[in-house]
């Protein structure tokens, strides 16, 4: 198969199902206010971003515009292109006198007397590109066709591209790397509303080349890949994945919250350092990590190989999804398609709901008179310290809190605060109420007022008290654990164990804690974190 390496699109020939078909390859992006004498080819397949509906564009012309006019913009005038963008085909043509005006599809053309060139427009019909080549990377049923092959074009996500930069790769599979990086942001179709893309090199030390939000127009994301310069260096993919993991698609960094993390590793050979660790990582983060290998070891080089499972071990989840195999940099662009399907195929997805950003914890918080001021205030930095591990927010996880006595009281609920600095900061601000211990009751309160919305494997209640109760506990906790509710039982001082035991959810030992000293509970964290998250990945 041919390959080309300049912003012009190819064209790729290809059997399909036994047939000879031509397939046109990535069109060229372009923004809504590209010109048709911008463009210098005679005929090319262009790709307009999501939104030109709403851009105040300049058209000249009907059926036939004057190279002035906007491509986009004459694409929805002429009805080729909707709100969502598209490719559509530019044929240049001579010059002509009298381009009349009109009023179509929310676009008003205007009339021009004459001018020195003119462009036309046909619709694009892409022949579906993920049935070339190697069909079983396409985890497609043996007898599909190419109608059972679908992707969505309303890919929204924050896509860390992870290349490699090493000495491995060298120079020139380095340039083929990134033109295949292009090809893919280009069949995204990036824009403001759309996927953003980012770059990260692995190296000797990974390094970012540019964020999410950096260049969110196609152009000027295209032109950043291509700026790109080699590293060199050991292909320490390792420490690049822990890197993107944990900086890359935090806020602060440009991240979306609500949308899918995905980050695309791609790796000449094998890497040079462990990829488990941080692959672990990733995933406990909600990063859904996709692994392509090109060019992968031969016989003889296995060898030197020091992990033979580090596809299996790097990727979301091992099931044949998530890693994807390139014979050579010098056929990728038939890849391009399948492995953009694969990305947009939101539900496909695992790693998107992780325990940090689905859980509801609930927590129980014992105000009786034992407990004293000074002490409950170290209860509300505990549990402060444990929301803390989890990304609180409108779409992620939620938090909400009940104080006991022999009353109940309800300090906030799991939707109250979708910000997570207000919801810590609520909860830190509880005041202490003092009385009796009524934890049963107590149990079954928070059930039925906090609880409210079923969410087996989702729903956890972590109970903090230090005494004896004088209801009984058993038969409310029974009850909450019925209707999907995880309980988490924390003693302090003079809390009976048979309580605390009878409370907890199954197995009582990893789900019961105590501590003599309130300023103990803090030594809980982790261990909690891990529980609930290792309860979560069990029932999900």
Not at 196 to 218: C, W, Y
Not at 231 to 251: R, Y
Not at 420 to 439: D, Q
Request: hydrophobic share 40%.
């Amino acid at each position: 198969m041919n390959e080309c390496f300049s912003h012009t699109p190819c064209i790729c020939v290809c059997c399909v199902y036994g047939e000879v078909v031509v397939l046109p390859a990535v069109p060229y992006p372009v923004t809504c206010v590209t010109r048709g004498a911008d463009l210098m080819e005679d005929s090319v397949l262009v790709l307009c971003p999501a939104g030109c509906t709403q851009w105040r564009v300049s058209v000249f012309g009907t059926g036939i515009y004057a190279s002035i006019s906007s491509v986009c913009g004459a694409a929805v005038h002429s009805g080729f292109l909707g709100p969502a963008g598209g490719p559509v085909r530019v044929r240049r043509l001579q010059g002509q006198h009298n381009y009349i005006s009109s009023f179509a599809h929310g676009i008003q053309s205007q009339a021009l007397s004459q001018w020195t060139a003119s462009f036309s427009l046909t619709k694009s019909v892409n022949v579906p590109l993920e049935l070339s080549g190697d069909i079983s990377t396409t985890a497609l049923p043996a007898n599909a066709g190419p109608d059972d092959v679908t992707w969505s074009a309303d890919c929204q996500m924050d896509i860390a591209m992870v290349i490699d930069s090493s000495s491995n790769i060298g120079r020139r599979r380095f340039n083929l790397q990134k033109n295949f990086v292009a090809k893919l942001a280009a069949m995204l179709r990036v824009g403001p509303t759309g996927p953003h893309v980012g770059l990260i090199q692995a190296s000797d030390s990974p390094r970012t080349e540019f964020l999410l939000t950096n260049f969110t127009q196609p152009k000027e994301l295209l032109f950043a890949i291509k700026e790109s310069a080699y590293l060199g260096g050991d292909s320490n993919t390792g420490k690049a994945i822990l890197h993107t993991a944990e900086t890359f698609f935090v806020p602060e960094q440009g991240g979306r919250r609500g949308l899918p993390r995905v980050m695309v590793v791609l790796m000449d050979g094998w890497p040079s350092d462990d990829l488990e660790q941080a692959a672990k990582f990733a995933r406990d983060s909600g990063v859904n990590v996709f692994l392509v290998s090109v060019a992968k070891p031969a016989p003889e080089e296995l060898a030197m190989v020091r992990d033979k499972d580090f596809v299996k071990k790097a990727v979301c989840k091992d099931n044949g999804f998530f890693s994807y195999s390139v014979s050579s940099w010098f056929s990728t662009t038939k890849h391009v398609r399948p492995l953009t399907q694969r990305l947009c195929s939101l539900d496909a997805l695992l790693c998107s709901k992780t325990c940090y950003n689905s859980v509801n914890i609930g927590f129980l918080i014992d105000g009786s008179s034992s407990v004293g001021e000074g002490n409950f205030r170290l209860v509300l930095d505990f549990l402060a310290g444990t929301a803390s591990s989890f990304d609180v927010s409108d779409v992620g996880a939620h938090i909400g809190a009940v104080q006991f006595t022999y009353d109940q009281r309800l300090e906030f609920g799991l939707t109250d605060y979708s910000d997570k600095e207000e919801a810590i900061n609520a909860l830190r601000r509880i005041p202490y109420m003092s009385g009796g211990t009524a934890t049963g009751a107590a149990i079954s309160f928070t059930t039925q007022r906090l609880f409210r919305r079923a969410s087996p494997g989702r729903n956890f209640l972590i109970v903090v008290t230090d005494g004896q109760s004088y209801d009984h506990v058993s038969p409310p906790a029974l009850e909450a654990q019925k209707q999907g509710i995880t309980i988490y039982s924390v003693g302090v001082a003079w809390a009976p164990m048979d309580d605390l035991r009878a409370m907890s959810s199954e197995p009582k030992d990893s789900h019961t804690f105590f501590t003599r000293e309130f300023n103990g509970l803090n030594n809980f964290i982790p261990l909690l974190v891990q529980g609930i998250c290792r309860d979560f990945a069990e029932k999900n």
